[in-house]
């Protein structure tokens, strides 16, 4: 059970930032009308802000280093997935870190989820 939590939580991971680094209009594919995100402490609710939120970003593209990424089975078989990483910006010299954290629910009985609480930071200092 613990490893089948680890697999889907590094997969979901892997293909989120494939999706957030190659084609960010697709993200919201991955939230339904109840998800939460809360981006630099502003918090917006459902797929759609979701989507305006990440489409207002001021950069178009980017790439994410990932350092790190922790999952743990929580209720109703959901997962929590702590990511750690670095965020590469064009034109700029220096990474920056962040920590997101990710509550995925399960959507379907076969196997797929959706993000229920999405949680961004930087981390400065």
């Given at each position: 059970?613990?490893?089948?939590?680890?697999?889907?939580?590094?997969?979901?991971v892997?293909?989120?930032?494939?999706?957030?680094?190659?084609?960010?209009?697709?993200l919201?594919?991955?939230?339904?009308p109840?998800?939460?995100?809360?981006?630099?402490?502003?918090?917006?609710?459902?797929?759609?802000?979701?989507?305006?939120?990440?489409?207002?970003l001021?950069?178009?593209?980017?790439?994410?280093?990932?350092s790190?990424?922790?999952?743990?089975?929580?209720?109703?078989?959901?997962?929590?997935?702590?990511?750690?990483?670095?965020?590469?910006?064009?034109?700029?010299?220096?990474?920056?870190?962040?920590s997101?954290?990710?509550?995925?629910?399960?959507?379907?009985?076969?196997?797929?989820?959706?993000?229920?609480?999405?949680?961004?930071?930087?981390?400065?200092?």
């Open positions: 059970m613990e490893e089948q939590v680890e697999l889907v939580g590094r997969a979901f892997d293909h989120y930032y494939h999706l957030f680094d190659e084609d960010r209009a697709s919201p594919s991955l939230y339904q109840t998800s939460m995100l809360t981006f630099e402490g502003q918090r917006v609710v459902g797929a759609q802000a979701i989507a305006e939120k990440l489409s207002q001021p950069f178009d593209q980017c790439q994410h280093l990932i790190t990424v922790d999952s743990q089975p929580s209720s109703a078989g959901g997962i929590v997935v702590f990511v750690s990483g670095s965020l590469r910006l064009p034109g700029e010299e220096h990474l920056l870190r962040f997101q954290m990710f509550h995925l629910i399960p959507s379907s009985p076969g196997g797929s989820f959706f993000v229920q609480n999405d949680m961004f930071r930087l981390n400065y200092g």
